[in-house]
């Protein structure tokens, strides 16, 4: 009987990277990927610990798929992610429906550990902190992901321990994959059809790698597959404005594959809630990055991730961040309320009143929903460069990206996926750029 493995996947870039990697993994031990998870042999739920409440939307969905698998032989149960490296055997103890607990940084062992569960049927735990042994067993199978767009996953862990931020318990201290590991990766992501590469990490810039008495960063990775004639874009994310060196800031000068827009979340407009937060950086830091890729090239845009109401945020305090907000005018950004995760610094500090915090997260989204409205409304009647990266599932239609990473939707053929083509915008909505492809006679689309 074929084995089918079905994997949800929660939260970022990296969830997303590592649950295609897993299916890369497992597939050497007989399993198929399946998009229907009522045929599932093995059910893998990658989950992810920023956001409030993962550990019980992680229980939810375990309820979830109890019901779905209630007149059904069970499959196995598998939480991964770093909700499953937080709670760990907390985990097994409270839910006997799952079967294995696996951290981020122990998926090399996922085949043994499967393996072995269905030989002694006993439920296991994998947690330790093993990256450098993950990504050289990981370097040994080929990524096969064949997506237009492809994450690559440089870095990962974290040493900055922000007051609110799980991460270095989750994901460990950082830890940046050798070059050379990084650009055989990418050629074969290359090889599967990718045009752009979006190289990703806890703190993507942080990027460090010592190789012949020589320090290897992020800028040196983005001018390396500039080389490479198929790769059309590069981006990276997620950034640290400790980490926004001056080689880094320059590759946007000298990169032509390097895309103008900027992930650098700041978390707050005031220096008082920046410090209490320990995120190492001042606002008059983030400015002046602001001011030298400006400097560089006008059309460089950022976004970026805001927290409201962290304890200790005064009306002043608020008022910095709206400040900064309307100065750079990000195009698009994510902002939350200040939710304490276990276990970090912040955890049991006074919050700001739940009203107050509510209504200061609604003022900043407006401000930032119309940046985003008015952004896209810009592009109206204007042609835009798209890289088209999928049919959508009406079978008409093509989605794509523009160098600012906003969606278009037009009509197109398949044969246009993983062009770069020119779409003159009609419309456009909060979200999203819809318009139509401009038609070249006797002109090959690059």
Same mark, same amino acid.
């Given at each position: %009987? ?5 994997? @949800? ?7 997303v990277?590592?649950?295609?990697r897993?299916f890369?993994l497992?597939?050497?031990?007989g399993y198929?990927?399946?998009?229907k998870?009522?045929? +599932? ?11 409030d409440? +993962?550990?019980?939307k992680v229980?939810?969905?375990i ?7 209630r007149a ?5 149960i598998i939480?991964?992610?770093?909700v499953?490296?937080a709670?760990? @055997?907390?985990?097994l ?8 607990v696996?951290?981020?940084q122990?998926?090399h ?10 030989k !002694?049927?006993k439920?296991?735990e994998?947690t330790?902190?093993e990256?450098?042994?993950?990504f050289?067993y990981?370097r ?22 922000c ?5 270095p318990?989750t ?6 994959r050798?070059f050379?590991?990084?650009m055989n990766?990418?050629?074969?992501l ?5 045009k752009?590469?979006i190289l990703i990490? #806890?703190?993507?810039? +942080?990027?460090?790698y010592e190789e ?6 992020l800028s ?5 597959l500039?080389r /490479? ?7 990276y ?10 080689d ?6 000298h990169?032509?594959?390097? %895309?103008?827009?900027?992930h650098?979340?700041v #978390?707050?407009?005031?220096n008082n809630?920046?410090?209490n937060?320990?995120r ?10 602001? !001011?030298?890729?400006k ?16 304890p200790?945020?005064?009306?002043q305090?608020f ?9 750079i ?8 309320v ?6 970090? +610094?912040?955890?049991?500090?006074d919050?700001?009143? @739940?009203?107050i915090?509510? @209504?200061?997260?609604?003022i ?14 810009s592009f109206?009647?204007m ?6 990266e999928?049919?959508?599932?009406d079978?008409?239609?093509? /989605?794509?990206r523009t160098?600012f %990473?906003t969606p ?9 996926i993983?062009?770069i083509?020119?779409? !003159? ?8 750029l819809?318009g139509?492809?401009i038609?070249?006679?006797? !002109?090959?689309?690059?």
């Open positions: %009987m074929e084995q089918k493995v079905f994997i @949800k996947t929660f939260g970022c870039q990296m969830n990277y590592d649950s295609n897993i890369d497992v597939k050497k031990i198929e990927k399946t998009e998870y009522e045929d +599932a042999n093995c059910y893998i739920l990658n989950t992810c610990h920023i956001r409440k +993962a550990k019980e229980y939810h969905e309820g979830r798929v109890k019901k779905i698998f059904k032989k069970k499959p196995i939480v991964a992610g770093c499953a490296q709670e760990n @055997k907390e985990m103890n409270r839910e006997p429906y799952i079967d294995i696996m951290g981020p122990s998926y062992k996922i085949n043994d550990t499967i393996l072995n569960y269905i !002694k049927n439920r296991e994998q330790e902190f990256t450098i042994e993950k050289n990981l040994k199978i080929k990524n096969k992901d064949s997506n237009v767009c492809s994450f690559l996953t440089i870095q990962e862990g974290c040493d900055k321990f007051s609110f931020c799980v991460v318990y994901r460990g201290p950082e830890y940046s050798p050379k590991q990084i990766e990418a050629k074969e290359i090889q599967n059809g990718c752009e590469i990490g #806890q703190n993507v810039n +942080a990027y460090r012949s008495k020589k320090t290897l960063k040196d990775l983005i001018m390396e500039e /490479f004639p198929e790769i059309k874009r590069i981006r994310t997620t950034s640290h404005p400790k980490d926004m060196t001056d880094l800031i320059n590759c946007y000068k990169s032509e594959k390097l %895309m103008p827009l900027l650098l979340p #978390q707050s407009g005031s809630i920046l410090k937060m320990n190492k950086h001042t606002i008059e830091d983030y400015f002046l990055i602001y !001011k030298k890729l400097k560089i090239n006008k059309n460089i845009e950022f976004s970026s991730d805001f927290i409201i109401g962290y200790g945020e005064s009306n305090d008022e910095n961040t709206l400040e900064l907000v309307n100065k005018n990000f195009i698009n950004s994510y902002s939350f200040f939710n304490p995760r276990p276990g970090t +610094a912040a955890e049991n500090l919050p700001v009143k @739940k009203e915090s509510d @209504k200061r997260l609604s900043i989204q407006n401000i930032l929903f119309k940046n985003q409205i008015n952004r896209n409304k109206e009647n042609i835009v460069n798209v890289l088209v999928n049919q959508m599932k079978k008409t239609k093509l /989605f794509g160098e %990473m278009v939707i037009f009509e197109g053929e398949i044969k246009n993983g062009q083509i020119e779409v !003159k915008i009609n419309s456009s909505n909060q979200n999203t819809f139509k492809i038609e070249k006679k006797n !002109k090959q689309v690059a």
